[in-house]
T-cell receptor, first 114, second 113 residues
Framework: AQSVTQPDIHITVSEGASLELRCNYS??????LFWYVQSPGQGLQLLLK??????LVQGIKGFEAEFKRSQSSFNLRKPSVHWSDAAEYFC????????????FGSGTQLTVLP | KAGVTQTPRYLIKTRGQQVTLSCSPI?????VSWYQQTPGQGLQFLFE???????NKGNFPGRFSGRQFSNSRSEMNVSTLELGDSALYLC????????????FGPGTRLTVL
């Protein structure tokens, strides 16, 4: 069975600092990988996705993620965090056969200090 | 295009009652998936419907059911509500084609008293 681990429950960074959120997955074949963001009281918004090809993917709001097969990781990065980035971030994996059944990590809550 | 809409946004029920939640997907999207989000269990897949047929189902009891109509709108039903069913229920829609992303609605917050 596929699974996703987000080892950091809560991360605090200062505005303007760089950010890296960790995600490790377990899946036998090449997975479909996603990062979603959720603001309080809102649904999930897709930041970026990886299916194949270039292992460094660019997303919205200045986010990027790198797929590393050897480490089973798909870490999310942003070079300079803005106060509006404060939210909860979820990494998710889907099997290549049915990308509509997502398995989510437990999420990382991001706090941004002024 | 309008996004995924879910109604109602908030719902309060008592134990033993049943509830029906509604989801209208983005126009043209034929796949609708449902997820339950709780502080303890996180985000969990409930089921997916495509062309009025349930295509995938998560590990939930039979009290949780759903259906999809010919216009792709979907409903999910929870019977004999338990306190543990209190959660945010999220609906997501996607177009056909493997790997297409899911677009999520704002969710329905269900509270069971």
């Amino acid at each position: 069975a596929q699974s996703v681990t987000q080892p950091d429950i809560h991360i605090t960074v200062s505005e303007g600092a760089s950010l890296e959120l960790r995600c490790n997955y377990s899946y036998g074949a090449t997975p479909y990988l996603f990062w979603y963001v959720q603001s309080p009281g809102q649904g999930l918004q897709l930041l970026l996705k990886y299916f194949s090809g270039d292992t460094l993917v660019q997303g919205i709001k200045g986010f990027e993620a790198e797929f590393k097969r050897s480490q089973s990781s798909f870490n999310l990065r942003k070079p300079s965090v803005h106060w509006s980035d404060a939210a909860e971030y979820f990494c998710a994996v889907a099997s290549s056969g049915s990308a509509r059944q997502l398995t989510f990590g437990s999420g990382t809550q991001l706090t941004v200090l002024p | 295009k309008a996004g995924v809409t879910q109604t109602p946004r908030y719902l309060i029920k008592t134990r033993g009652q049943q509830v029906t939640l509604s989801c209208s997907p983005i126009s043209g999207h034929r796949s609708v998936s449902w997820y339950q989000q709780t502080p303890g269990q996180g985000l969990q897949f409930l089921f997916e419907y495509f062309s009025e047929t349930q295509r995938n189902k998560g590990n939930f009891p039979g009290r949780f059911s759903g259906r999809q109509f010919s216009n792709s709108r979907s409903e999910m039903n929870v019977s004999t509500l338990e306190l543990g069913d209190s959660a945010l229920y999220l609906c997501a829609s996607s177009s056909t084609g493997a790997g297409n992303e899911q677009f999520f609605g704002p969710g329905t917050r269900l509270t069971v008293l």
